[in-house]
Every structure is written in structure tokens, then in C-alpha cells.
């Protein structure tokens, strides 16, 4: 076998080794909540964001701004690797934007805000 | 912030790659020459400042999202996972700098701790966050660049020393790393492009390009030297040492340029990014 045979025999031996993988996201994005986006729930006791990427707790922001302004909201709780949880006070019926800013294991921030409803009891 | 992360980032692949190249060379081609010790040296210095500014340009960028302040901050950035693999790079980093001083290191001992030590950049990355799959795939891709570029740099600062022996070594660690290189590459482009649109629209996906057209360049000068230059230098032609140096120093500016763009991929937004909030 010459040496550019062998040369090709190689590379095309070992691409074959790797499969193409999954796309992933590669930063910290919202994959879903509870309260999930846009719904329309009774008062819920708290908020729970699932994120794409694994995230750290300790540089992580969330907000709630109701129908009066600002909520107060629980501490930050770390229920998992890529999950963040707040517990609610009981909300009055209305229309509530959630902010949220995090920051990826690889230290990329990123942010969003989306809302949901709550309707009378 | 993300211009600054890019500047130092492509200083610590580059400096990264150097100094383990170095070790890997030594080990898999030939002892290092009194100026590749010193080009190594340098690298282990770029790399300490880099790594002090590294930590500082992350530390300003968590301040904006953490409660904390002063010891308190930098406790926090040094308890998180990237902070973690910081202290062991730097660790690390100061192992290698001893290995450096003595006289006689073992090349194959060094040789694999700088490999493993190039797994704390991998972790620290993008690749890093999507697991440990990703993470290896990134390891494996990085370590054959930097014997690659590694062996490059050593032999270019061989004056006196164009042995065909030592060409031949370093051909075969190119074509190894080339076989490995290749596979992890397009591994990472399927893990970070979600769709073609995307490599020709996004500015990732463009810069990715403008890779892979600098990688195709490189893996041509790679093959005009193990298919006529290395041949030619154990045939005994004349000016076959000179023309492989020539090559080889070539190689060598188009794997800094093709460095300085991966180190721009890391800091790039994905073109996830740009579907969701643009």
C-alpha cells in the first residue's frame, strides 16, 4: 500500500469513528416553566424555570412584576443543575412578567422575560 | 467585555497549545532545542498574565448578575465550576513551569500531564457545558492540535538540526492529528450549527467557515510536505531542508490564524442566540 493510500485509508478509518451529535443550544436558554409562558393559571406558591444548560446558582436573577409592580418572591432555590425556583406569594388576578438572567457553566450570561396570567380563584 | 474575552481567549489557546505542544513534541518527535525551551518558557509567561486577566474580565462579568461584593465576589467566581477549573489550570500551569526548570524532565511523564491538563480548558468552554461527550470530543480535538502546532513550533526552532528523522516523526504526528483533528471538528460544527442556514447567515457561522477555509489551507501545506518536502529532504535533495522550514514556518501562520479564529468561536454568540433575542 503506498503512502498516500494509506494516508487516505486513515482519515476516512477515523472519521468514521465519530457520529454527528445532537445540536444543542450552548447557552442557558428558558426550555420551559411552571407557570408555563403565556398560560393562565389560579395563584400558583411558586415559579419554576427549566433551562437548557446547566447553570450557576449563584449569579442567577429572577424577577415577577405584577398588575402593582414588583413581588416580593422567595430566595433562589437550586433544585437542580439547570433549574431555578422561587416560591410566590399568593397573587391577586392579573398579568405577571417574569425576568430572568443567568449565567451558563461556561459563564455566558443570558436573559428573557416572558408572562402568564392569573385568573380569579 | 466580549471583544476583551476574545483578545485574551485567543492568547490562551495559542500560549495553551505552545507550551503542551512542546511536551508532547518532546515525547513523540525529538528533545526540545535551547530555543524551543525558551519559546516555551515564553508561552508558561503569556499564559500566567492571561489567565490573572482571564479571571479578572470574568469576575467584572459576574459582578453584574451575583449579590456579592469584593472577597465575597471572588469567593463566589472561584466556587463556580469555570472557577474551579481555573485553580487547576493554574495549578497546572505551575507544575509545568517546574518540569520546565529541570534539567532532565521525563518527556513521556510531562507529555501526558500536559494532556490532561488541556481537559480543564475543554471543561471550561462551550464544550464543556454540554457534557461529557462533548467535553472529550473538544480534549481530544485540542491535544491533536497542539502536538500538531506543537511539533511545528519545536521543529522550526531546530536550526541545526533538519534530520530526516526528525521530519518523518513529525509527519507522522501531523497525519495523526490530522485523522483526529478532522472527526472532532466536524463533531463540534454539528454540536454548535443547528442547520446549514445558520453557517451562512450567523456570524459563528461564518466565522466557522472562515475556519474550516484556513484549516483546509493548512491540511494542504500539511500534505505538499508529506507527500514532496519530507520525501525530499530523505532523498537527499538540495535545498530540501531549506524549503521544509520554509513550509513549515508557513504552517505555522496559518495555524495562529486558524487559533485566533477558534478562540473567536468561544466567545461568539451561538446562532441559537440570535433566533431567540435577535
Sequence with gaps: MTSRLRFASYMVSMSLLFLRPPPTDAHAFLDHADPRVGSTVPSPSALTLQFTE???????????????????????????????????????????????????????????????????? | MTAALAVFGCFDLLASVVLAGGFLSAALVTAPSPVGRRVSRVATLVLGVVLIVEFALIVVRMS??????GVGLLSDVLATRWGELWVIRVLGLALLVVALRAPHPRSQIWSGIAAVWLMARSLQGHAGAHGAMSAVMDWIHVVAVAAWFGSLTQYAS?????????????????????????????????????????????????????????????????????????????????????????AVALELVVGAVILLLSALLGVLPMPHDMATTG
Excluded at chain 1, 62 to 88: D, Y
Excluded at chain 1, 92 to 103: E, I, L, M, R, S
Excluded at chain 2, 64 to 69: D, E, L, V
Excluded at chain 2, 227 to 242: C, K, Q, T
Design chain 1, 54 to 121: 446547566s447553570i450557576e446558582p449563584a449569579f442567577c436573577r429572577v424577577e415577577v412584576v405584577g398588575p402593582a409592580g414588583n413581588i416580593e418572591i422567595g430566595p433562589i432555590e437550586h433544585p437542580g443543575p439547570a433549574m431555578l425556583r422561587v416560591a410566590l406569594p399568593p397573587l391577586p388576578p392579573g398579568d405577571y412578567t417574569v425576568q430572568w438572567a443567568v449565567v451558563s457553566v461556561d459563564t455566558h450570561p443570558t436573559g428573557g422575560r416572558f408572562t402568564f396570567s392569573v385568573k380569579h380563584p
Design chain 2, 64 to 69: 453584574a448578575f451575583g449579590t456579592s461584593k
Design chain 2, 158 to 246: 531546530l536550526s541545526d538540526d533538519l534530520s530526516a528523522r526528525t521530519a518523518v516523526r513529525v509527519r507522522r504526528v501531523a497525519t495523526t492529528a490530522v485523522a483526529l483533528v478532522v472527526p472532532t471538528g466536524v463533531y463540534a460544527a454539528f454540536l454548535h450549527v443547528p442547520n446549514i442556514e445558520q453557517l451562512f447567515r450567523s456570524a459563528y457561522g461564518k466565522t466557522l467557515l472562515a475556519k474550516i477555509g484556513f484549516a483546509t489551507v493548512l491540511v494542504g501545506l500539511g500534505a505538499a510536505n508529506h507527500f514532496r518536502h519530507v520525501p525530499a529532504l530523505i532523498g537527499g535533495e538540495e535545498d530540501a531542508a531549506r524549503t521544509l522550514h520554509r
